[in-house]
């Protein structure tokens, strides 16, 4: 229902966006990033309970546990009063975000930028490892190696998951092929 509603709202609110940069935004909207923001602004937080284990490393201001209690908030009105009453909720939750045409360049995330660079100048996509994990379970910290083999060019990105890490590569290696010339 959230990716609906918040795909809606997209659709008459910026009419002139082709709908690759629409999907970019909307993706942007309903990332767990932007869901933690809103569950944040709402006291999610201490509406939610969890077990001993979450409270001690800090669960009620994780970002993917308070995104994905909000998700079960919109779900659980849709599920009691229909997709009515969640849409009204999810363009509530939204209200306060400005709907713009900018949105779009703004929403293009590294791998994507990278990916689209790469494929403009007719080379290969980027080859993503992980090269290491550290810390304890609960904590972990993911380093992710980005290579662009064409050009004998690779970047380190560390985040706190492998998806985050290879945003981080991403964005290491944009930076790099800023200042380097095509071979």
């Known amino acids: 229902m959230l990716n609906l509603s918040v795909a809606h709202m ?3 609110a910026l009419t002139s966006l ?7 935004v909307r993706a942007q909207l309903v ?5 933690h923001q809103l569950a944040m602004g709402l006291d ?11 409270l001690r490393t800090g669960g009620q201001r994780r970002p993917s546990i308070l995104a994905d209690a909000l998700e079960a908030v919109i779900g659980a009105v849709y599920l009691d009063g229909g997709p009515v009453a ?4 999810v363009r509530r939750l939204f209200d306060a975000v400005e709907l713009n045409p900018a949105m779009s360049a ?3 995330d590294a791998k994507t930028a990278l990916q689209e660079w790469l494929q403009g100048r007719k080379m290969q996509l980027p080859r993503y490892e992980v090269a290491r994990v550290l810390g304890a379970a609960h904590r972990q910290t993911f380093e992710v190696l980005c290579a662009v083999p064409e050009m004998g060019l690779e970047q380190l990105g560390q985040g706190p ?3 985050a ?3 981080a590569a991403a964005a290491a290696m944009l930076q790099t092929l800023e200042h380097t010339k095509p071979r």
């Open 86 to 89: 969640a849409d009204a909720l």
């Open 31 to 35: 990332r767990q990033d932007s869901l």
């Open 10 to 12: 997209l659709y008459q």
């Open 44 to 54: 999610l937080p201490a509406l939610i309970h969890l077990g001993e284990g979450e």
């Open 165 to 167: 890490a290879e945003q």
């Open 106 to 108: 703004a929403a293009k």
């Open 18 to 24: 082709p709908e690759g940069d629409l999907s970019r």
């Open 161 to 163: 998951s492998r998806r």
